[in-house]
């Protein structure tokens, strides 16, 4: 089981998830590019590069606009072979109109397809993109354990992040291949709609499956 996380981002998304992993067992380190971003985390923090060097699993926390800045500054080699949870959003610089964001991807190459073509030995997983950050660890719905839509080209990476899903409480729904991120990126918009219009924030999305 790896048992090293390297949480590169120092937003509500990096703190959020670096604590859940601190809370279950992991041996984590923040990654940042200000250091006094940082002030408030007790455990272990350092560079992107330097995060990225110390884990067996890499979480990607910043914006979707600075990710494959922050893949690089990570280097190539801190990364290679190594499971990346991608959290990030192609969300454009710009205003949501009536509810709804803008993207800077288009629906024929997702944010995560890139990453995953300029970090080719990277094990890229895409997951934790379709909910706030206050859901994000072992959340509580009356209806049960939310449902986290992932996808990646690494069977044995999605194993890993499907094991870290549970723990988290969530159920875990494999939609494929990196190509699968075209569709799950915009559940992000989805996801945001009420929170834009009515101020509300604190739902998931639930798979339902006949028996």
């Given at each position: ?57 890499v979480v990607f926390a910043v914006k979707g606009a600075s990710a494959e ?28 109109e009536k509810g709804v964001l803008k993207f800077f991807t288009t629906f ?104």
């Amino acid at each position: 089981m790896a048992t090293k996380v390297g949480v590169i981002g120092s937003g509500s998304v990096g703190k959020t998830l670096a604590a859940g992993f601190a809370k279950h067992g992991y041996d984590v380190m923040m990654g940042s590019r200000e250091a006094g971003k940082l002030a408030d985390w007790k455990g272990k923090k350092g560079s992107f590069a330097e995060s990225a060097a110390f884990a067996d699993v890499v979480v990607f926390a910043v914006k979707g606009a600075s990710a494959e800045a922050a893949a690089a500054l990570c280097g190539d080699g801190n990364l290679r072979g190594k499971t990346v949870i991608d959290t990030t959003n192609p969300i454009a610089e710009a205003p949501p109109e009536k509810g709804v964001l803008k993207f800077f991807t288009t629906f024929d190459e997702s944010l995560m397809e890139r990453l995953q073509k300029h970090f080719p030995a990277a094990r890229f997983v895409k997951a934790f993109n379709s909910v706030g950050s206050a859901s994000m660890v072992n959340p509580e719905f009356k209806a049960g354990a939310p449902t986290m839509f992932i996808c990646g080209n690494d069977g044995g990476a999605k194993a890993q992040v499907r094991e870290i899903l549970t723990k988290f409480g969530w159920e875990t729904e494999d939609m494929g291949g990196a190509e699968a991120a075209r569709a799950i990126e915009p559940l992000c918009m989805l996801w945001c709609i009420p929170g834009f219009l009515r101020n509300d924030w604190t739902h998931a999305f639930k798979l339902l499956k006949k028996t």
